[in-house]
Structure formats: C-alpha cells, structure tokens
C-alpha cells in the first residue's frame, strides 16, 4: 500500500489527529492543575478528554462526512465508537477500582514488607462519562473541521 493513499485517508487523519489533541490536551491540564510536566501523559490512559473517545468519534465523523451517514461503513464506524465509549466509562472504569482497592490492601497488609519487588496496579484506566463526551465531543470536532478541508 502506497504511503501517500494512507495518508490522504481522511477518517484515518481525523482518528489519528483527535487522538494526538486529546493526549496532548491531557499532558497540557496536568501540568496546568497538578504543576508538573510528565511526558507519559502523551500515552497514559484515563483523564480529561478521553483519547479512545476521541480517536472512534474523530474516525465516525470521518466517515459520515467521506462515505455519508446512510453507508454501511459509517455504521460500522458509529458503533465502533459505541463500543469503545461503553467500555471506556463502564468496564474500564471498574477494573480502575478494583485495582484501587486491591492496592490499598497490598499498603495496609504486612505481605508489603515481604515482597521484595511490590507491583502496584495502575488505577487510571477508563474515564467519568463527562471524560468521554468531552473526548467524543473533542472527537466530532476535529473531524468535522478536517473534513470540511
């Protein structure tokens, strides 16, 4: 596959740049609210605005506006995105907090002091449903705007 049809692919820019806003959005309101500026923010998961969101509406609305929203593959793009919002702020969002609690057992049992190399679980995994519509909303825009190029 030639490089130059890959990327004059439209919904495939539109995914790939709503993705890269919204990561480095995150990074931005990190440094904003917590003072420090962290790198991995640009690949982290979690926060405000949801990438995965923002990456599946950006390739949706891609997709409407190149192939219409009565096409087959605009419906397949729409409940991609479903799909990956649902999980983002439903199974994602839990296995967050079981891995919050399960580290706060690992802190307060004396199995810490026996364990010479102590993995903690990472806890920011999927999002608040303001996270993904903002990151769904952020999605749609950046879309909308580069195909309307």
Known sequence: MPLPELLSNRPLACAISAWAIAQTLKMLLFLVLEK???????????????????FASGLATGV?????LKS??????AVFASVVMYDAV????EAGKHADVLNELLLLTF?????KERTMLKELLGHTPVEVM????????????????
Do not use: E, M, N
Request: no cysteine; aromatic share 8%; proline share 2%.
């Open 72 to 77: 087959s593959t605009f419906a397949v793009a």
């Open 64 to 68: 409407a506006w190149s192939d219409g």
């Open 36 to 54: 420090q500026f962290d790198w991995r923010r640009l690949i982290d998961t979690g926060g405000l605005p949801s990438a995965h969101s923002a």
């Open 134 to 149: 903002a990151g769904a909303a952020l999605g749609i825009l950046v879309g909308s705007a580069l195909s309307s190029l």
């Open 111 to 115: 199995i810490r002091d026996s364990v």
């Open 90 to 93: 439903s199974i994602r969002r």
